[in-house]
């Protein structure tokens, strides 16, 4: 065992979104290695207790939320405790090409996609319980620069999502608190469903490392952005995309 490895979560309390699947539940996996208490959260309570289990340690909880509706939102913040960092994975994809878009599609996928985590984080902040020192962490994606037929709406609630990390990590300095972004590449997981296996076929080809991503991959990356580890990190936007984008 390493001695004040700064990789470590020991001592930290860590709220995941989107926990009860994919890469959300990978993410709570890999920080309760590292030590962390977890508060995760989503609406399945079945999926939500599969996390808890799988989690090492102890002192870990869940709490169901809809981010669909204010309530669920402000229930959420009300019911948390101080936190040391926090991850916002929850989301959803919905694909259609632009002339079939209207409002009510985008206001759903903006809702979970860029509403909530952004409310999440304002009312956490504003109900001081965040750190000093914390680390928020925002599950983007590289389809904010990397456009595919029907992503409109997608790509759009996730570009908001790197700005509005970008502008909370320059008011949040003052404190200390780290605002980052990562952006994955495709991770085989239930939100995955939209897109179809002959299209999935296509894509894996366009990566370079040959293979799409693993939801612990970005699990990994979570860690250090929450750790100490990457206390000089903020504003951040990092890729984890198997070279999707080099070219
Ligand atoms: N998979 C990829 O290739 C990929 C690539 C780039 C970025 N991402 C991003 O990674 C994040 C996680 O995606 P994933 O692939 O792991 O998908 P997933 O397995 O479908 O997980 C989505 C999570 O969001 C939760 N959620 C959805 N709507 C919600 C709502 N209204 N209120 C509360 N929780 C809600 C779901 O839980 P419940 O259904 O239990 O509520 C689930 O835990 C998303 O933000 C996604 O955009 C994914």
Not at 58 to 83: M, R, T, W
Not at 177 to 187: A, F, K, L, T, Y
Request: aromatic content about 6%; charged content about 20%.
């Amino acid at each position: 065992m390493i001695e004040n490895n700064p990789f470590s979560l020991n001592e930290k309390t860590v709220l995941v979104t989107g926990a009860s699947s994919g890469i959300g539940k990978a993410i709570a996996q890999e920080c309760a290695k590292m030590g962390a208490k977890l508060i995760i959260t989503a609406r399945n309570e079945e999926r939500l207790k599969d996390t808890l289990q799988s989690l090492v340690g102890n002192g870990h909880q869940y709490i169901i939320a809809d981010f669909s509706s204010d309530d669920g939102i402000n229930d959420l913040v009300k019911s948390l405790p101080i936190l040391d960092g926090m991850v916002h994975c929850a989301g959803l994809i919905k694909r259609l090409p632009l002339k079939f878009v209207n409002e009510s599609h985008l206001t759903e996928i903006m809702q979970t996609n860029f509403f909530a985590p952004a409310l999440i984080t304002q009312k956490i902040y504003k109900a001081k319980k965040i750190q000093q020192e914390g680390s928020v962490v925002f599950i983007s994606s590289v389809a904010t620069g990397f456009a595919s037929f029907g992503n409109i709406m997608y790509m759009a609630s996730k570009g908001a999502i790197n700005s509005l990390s970008k502008g909370i990590a320059f008011e949040l300095a003052t404190q200390k608190i780290r605002v980052n972004c990562i952006e994955p590449g495709m991770i085989v997981t239930n939100l995955t469903k939209a897109i179809s296996d002959e299209e999935l076929a296509e894509d894996v080809k366009r990566y370079p490392l040959g293979r799409f991503g693993k939801p612990e991959e970005i699990g990994y990356a979570a860690v250090y952005l929450l750790s100490n580890a990457s206390k000089w990190i903020t504003g951040s936007v990092i890729k984890i995309d198997g070279g999707l984008t080099l070219r």
